[in-house]
């Protein structure tokens, strides 16, 4: 009987026109024979949806894109094409309506009494950008709450979040714990973090690496934000009073999250495929990052565009030569780091491939020195001159014999 009362309460928004006052009143008419509650009711006059499973309800909050909209410098069209870009490691194995960028609002930051009351996520579709959001109105609906978000994101998905592989996706576990013989199972979950993305892009520029910090690189600014640690005080409000407008601000914080996730991944993907102008100490990050992750060539296209390296980046670029064979270029950039690692490696060449003992003991005297003033831990220290000495005796003994 209910669905029928939906139905028509459907049918009747497309009423033509012609008819305001009959198509009003059968509405109304409607709502009060489907029994929503006033807290239902309020949600619905914002353009919510109510969702019901078993005896309970949660809310779910649907905003679409176009394409050509922005969200600070950004169109969503241009992260539409970055994400058809198979380029590691911001790749993503899945078709597009697979991707979700998601973020949760949780009334605390860990153990089993947290509980999350709003959760969403971005979603390219249909030539658009869905946001959706679904907000738990009573702590005591949560298999509502994870039965049509389960439902909705469908059995493999790729995460896109900040701190989500850490935060998010474990608190959506436990949570699930307490529900699970009446939702959904868990999808099959990959995650790419742009928390860790932006601490190696951006390394040594920032104090903070909040989700906020990173908005003047997509050159968004928030107006009016609530702070997110006050959006558990408004949740409790809201259970007390049980109306939505309490929830204006938690709700727009978090979809800036979402829309602001979308943007970042824009901006870090087209620093990372060389289709954005960036200053030598990003390209240097990147370039080591690749370097790190074993993607060789992509790490050395990027340090051919560093037009001026740290002695740090001038290390990492020796040690990719000498993983890539290439021994003159490695010594250059060993000998350019000037660092007592660098003169190690130097070492290593003089003595196995340039097969000059009395050169290579020079270059481990120099580590020695270089050693020396450095203000580090006393067995550090220690350990590491007893590693030099150790090899400067025995090419003492080859230059001897």
Known sequence: MKNRLRRMLKSTSDVAPDTPASSASETETAKRLVGWTDEQQAWIDRGADILTFEEEWIVRIDKRYALTDRHGDRSFAEVYE????PHPPLA????????????????????????????????????????????????????????????????????????????????????????????????????????????????????????????????????????GFLAPMHYFQYVEHQHPDIMTGV???????????????????????????????????????????????????????????????????????????????ARECFLKSDSYLGYIELAKWAEHIAKDPVLAYDYTERARHQVERHHWLITKKERILAELDHRGRRLKRKCNA
């Open 82 to 85: 970055s994400l058809q870009l």
């Open 92 to 227: 993503l194995d899945v078709p597009l309506e697979q991707v979700i960028f998601f973020d949760t609002e949780t009334t605390g930051l860990r153990g089993t009494g947290t509980t999350i009351f709003l959760l969403g996520f971005a979603r390219f579709e249909q030539c658009g950008l869905l946001m959706r959001q679904y907000f738990l109105p009573h702590p005591h609906f949560e298999a509502a709450f994870y039965h049509h978000f389960l439902h909705d994101i469908g059995d493999d998905v790729r995460f896109v979040t900040y701190n989500g592989k850490s935060f998010d996706w474990p608190q959506i576990k436990t949570r699930h714990v307490f529900v699970r013989e009446r939702v959904p199972r868990l999808p099959k979950v990959g995650h790419l973090d742009l928390l860790h993305v932006a601490r190696r892009i951006f390394k040594g520029m920032y104090d903070s690496y909040r989700l906020t910090a990173m908005e003047e690189r997509i050159g968004f600014e928030r107006e009016g934000d609530l702070p």
């Open 251 to 329: 709700l727009q914080h978090h979809l800036d999250d979402c829309l602001t996730l979308v943007s970042l991944y824009d901006t870090c993907n087209r620093l990372v495929t060389h289709r954005a102008e960036a200053p030598s100490p990003i390209q240097e990050n990147i370039a080591i990052w690749l370097a790190d992750l074993g993607i060789h060539e992509g790490s050395h296209a990027h340090f051919q565009q560093v037009k001026e390296l740290s002695p740090e980046g001038w290390l990492r670029k020796g040690y990719l030569h000498k993983k890539m064979k290439n021994h003159e270029q």
